[in-house]
């Protein structure tokens, strides 16, 4: 499906999760946009400086090295790239004051779905390409006390090939995760934990896995607090509902 806004839209996706890129740069195909797509705030300021062919930037915040907010400091202070709108990816919800006030455009949370992305890109290339497009509908509240939002899943994919991989893909780079945050939580190295538990976030935000989300946040609050002991119950219980995450999805996919 071609996008009603423009064609020969370019995006930069600035995302440093494998299965983020792969998902959103799936989403933003249905459009017709190219993607280009950086994995550090370093990598995406070094395109630029080569080429500032974009109509949108889409920014992760939680990037390793220089993150979300410092890159798009550095693109608004830059005459060749100060004009391109840069979007906020957030796994938290937010304002639009808090985004406006750190010098993006505007921000999309990561929650798989498309017409909410779609809706956050074509209002600001609408003010750049003078278009008229068709209204998007706002997103429904996702519900939040299931394993997994199946319905959404299938409504996006619309297959079950193409969701079966978009699970092997979740779980590749999940249990990967929990795997280094295990051992940043036998050294304590509060840094990495909680780098950790940003990745797990966003990629259970777009896999719709609301009970991981949730579990994942009650472990950065319990570390916060720096109660060993609510942090291991916290840990155990991140464990517990990945695996009934697993369980859940094998019963409905075959992986």
């Given at each position: ?47 630029l400086a ?136 036998t050294k ?68």
């Amino acid at each position: 499906m071609g996008s009603p806004v423009a064609d020969d839209i370019r995006i930069m996706l600035v995302e440093d999760v494998d299965f983020n890129l792969d998902i959103l740069t799936s989403i933003l195909a249905e459009r017709g946009w190219q993607t280009i797509t950086a994995t550090s705030g370093e990598a995406a300021l070094d395109i630029l400086a080569h080429d500032a062919e974009f109509q949108i930037i889409l920014m992760d915040i939680g990037l390793p090295g220089i993150d979300g907010l410092e890159a798009t400091r550095r693109i608004k202070q830059n005459p060749a790239t100060h004009a391109i709108p840069v979007i906020a990816l957030t796994a938290e919800p937010a304002s639009d004051r808090d985004f406006l006030a750190a010098g993006f455009n505007g921000y999309a949370e990561k929650n798989f779905d498309p017409a909410q992305l779609f809706a956050a890109i074509e209002k600001h290339l609408l003010r750049g390409c003078c278009s008229r497009h068709k209204s998007i509908p706002s997103p429904t509240e996702p519900p939040h006390h299931t394993d997994l939002d199946f319905e959404t899943l299938y409504a996006t994919y619309q297959n079950e090939e193409a969701l079966c991989r978009i699970a092997r893909a979740f779980f590749a780079d999940s249990d990967k995760e929990l795997a280094l945050l295990a051992t940043a939580m036998t050294k304590d190295d509060q840094d990495i934990i909680l780098s950790c538990c940003h990745n797990i976030k966003g990629t259970s935000a777009i896999f719709t896995a609301h009970k991981l989300i949730a579990a994942v946040k009650n472990l950065e609050f319990c570390v916060r607090e720096k109660n060993k002991t609510k942090v291991e119950s916290a840990w155990q219980n991140l464990l517990a509902t990945h695996e009934s995450l697993r369980i859940t999805v094998s019963e409905r996919l075959t992986l």
